[in-house]
């Protein structure tokens, strides 16, 4: 179960919205023991796309740094999709690239946002549940 603090839910979700009408990409921090990631790192789309999303090297260095500071790991990685379920894509079943992080999908096909997390190991997708927590 990934657990997200009530603020990192507010944040993926706003940055979803912000995003429009592209899709919007970011990094969860957290403690991978535990999967608790209590900060989410927004990043911008370096693919600039309704469709796909990447997330550049120096955005992903800075998380990854911004993680250090605060005793945390990069755990997982956030992306909206625009017109679509929140479920993984085969775009993005390939460019899953960690089988211990989390992969969240906000949905904002619906008039409410729909988010849904994710382990892909060797191209399985497994479901997990996420809990928000204070």
Do not use: K
Request: proline share 8%.
């Amino acid at each position: 179960m990934l657990r997200l603090s009530a603020s990192a839910y507010a944040a993926i979700v706003g940055h979803a919205y912000d995003g429009l009408p592209d899709e919007a990409c970011g990094l969860l921090l957290g403690d991978p023991a535990r999967d608790v990631a209590p900060i989410f790192h927004p990043t911008a789309n370096a693919a600039r796309s309704s469709r796909v999303y990447s997330i550049g090297p120096r955005d992903f260095l800075d998380a990854d740094d911004a993680a250090a500071e605060a005793g945390l790991a990069v755990i997982g990685v956030v992306h909206s999709h625009t017109h679509t379920d929140a479920y993984p894509s085969p775009t993005d079943i390939a460019q899953a690239p960690d089988p211990d992080w989390h992969y969240v999908i906000v949905s904002l096909r619906d008039d409410a946002p729909v988010l849904r997390s994710y382990r892909i190991v060797d191209g399985t997708v497994s479901e997990e549940p996420v809990g928000v927590v204070r």
